[in-house]
């Protein structure tokens, strides 16, 4: 009896495999690079830099700007003297999508020649062509 239930389950088992579903190729996309992915977007952030406030307790001199082709002459405390210029900073946001879903956000101060669509890699921070 041992002997044909042995050979019913020997003659069984190439059956069963067969009709075990196959694994799809698309559960782990590009395992072999985690690091890896697509920049989805670039942009341009221009931010204001705040004034730095001016030490009262500091002595200042008196100024006077005298502007080349014309315009008006200005007489004034140095500490006070060319405040209203705003000061701003540009950085570039890039928005990189890896291979297995996830994104992240990187800032540069420049650039580059990256642009939307170029394939990377994230190393320590820094963009790698791929």
Known sequence: MRSVLTCLLLAAAPLAAAQSPPIPSTTVPNAGCADCGV???????????????????????????????GGKMQVGSSTKLGRDVEHTSTVYELIVRYDNGRYTTMTLDDPGD????????VDKGKLLPR
């Open 39 to 69: 920049i989805r977007s670039v942009r341009t952030v221009v931010k204001k830099e705040p004034l730095a406030a001016a030490d009262q307790a500091k002595p200042s001199g008196l100024v006077a700007t005298v502007p080349l082709g």
């Open 114 to 121: 990256w642009k939307e669509g170029d394939r990377v890699r």
